[in-house]
């Protein structure tokens, strides 16, 4: 097979919807090189990459209101309309924990975590998928989290992605814990370091701003676990704004809160939230997406949707044939 | 002191329940610092440490399971309510930082936390 250039195989992108983000993997070139890739990537990995979206959302924070947000789930709801308006349907849609505010209730807890999925089940996509945050699960162990939504650390492959829910709050601690440590080691291990990794968690694997409790004890074990893989993205929520962050393969991306959003640690050392602003109640609050501009490249765009401020943004991309070439399997 | 004291405080020492005895008692021994522990706040909520002197947190919860957590200083400890949690700190360095319990214990867990300033 001749030479193939890195960038023109597959990549995964992200934008920031303004209430969350969405993303898109697909091949940049649907040609005959790279359908046998994907052929060869479907054969080693078990299945053929496609083309296909994806949406974040995180820390809706359902039961919530207070000052800094009065509107309790109005900011969701309104995510909801925003991702079933998209023109093109994403398959997914990961939700990145805090998905209800806690109560020490466990009726009122069980309660809001109805609501979440009444809410959410009004989204047009096929499939849903969340992690907890510790509003959800800091308090009982995950104990309701798993009776309303299953095991609080999975994986599950979607079009030649594998994704990774895995749990860093239920312990109580910022923490993922041996044991989950050594299942994740187990779970990727069967694939080879070319395959796309979605990682979508709670908290950051990294030491963003611990004073903030904006970090994992044990992240670096996880992210040691992962580095011998190509093309990790790992998601996730928690400190309530954007932010990216690149260390070695992996490209970390946090979504904006359905809630209230926390100001810029560099800004101020008070971890308190943004003001209420009665005028724009949407402002800071978010959604992800991913597109691909048909020329290999994500595009940065800005979008504005009623009152809910909307802007896109590259996030990451992936690019297994780097592996694949480093291996000599494509010669 | 009475003599029957001073009889004692090996006896202590050695089953480990020295720490019951008053600072003076332990003149040679590291600074301690009482620390409590309640839902949503630590008392004192701010100390002051020396550089390079080793003391004693000596932390207690009132109610539920809290942490104190502070990585430039090392202290990364699980506050179990009904019994005394000691630290050892020796600071190296100068500064101004904010340990938080990071242990999830409540609504304003995000709140908890107390300032510990390292001088000269």
Redesign the interface.
Known sequence: MKEISRRSFMRIAGMSLGVGALYQVLPVKLNAENDEIFNWMGKKNGERPAPFSFVQLSDTHVGFNGPPNPLGTKAFERAVEVVNKLPQRPDLVLFTGDLT????DKDVHGARMKLFQQISSQLHVPLIKCVPG?HDA??DGGQLFRESFGDTSYSFDHKGVHFIALDN?SR???EVGAERIAWLTKDVARFSKSTPIVVFTHRPLF?LR????WFT?DGDEVMNVLSPYENVTVLYGHIHRDHDHEEGHAKHHAARSLIFAFPDPESTAE?KPLPFDKDHPFRNLGIHTVSENGRGEASVQSVELGEVELSLREFSSTEGIQQMLKAGVMK | MKPKNFLMIPMLLLSGLALQFPIHLRAQESKVIEITAKRFAFTPNEITLKKGETVKLRVVSEDVVHGLYLKPLKIDADIQPGKTTEITVTPQTVGKFTAICDHFCGVNHGNMKMTIAVEE
């Open positions: 505010h806690d109560s020490e510790e800091g308090l709050v109580a601690k910022p030491d611990p004073e903030w409790e004890s971890k």
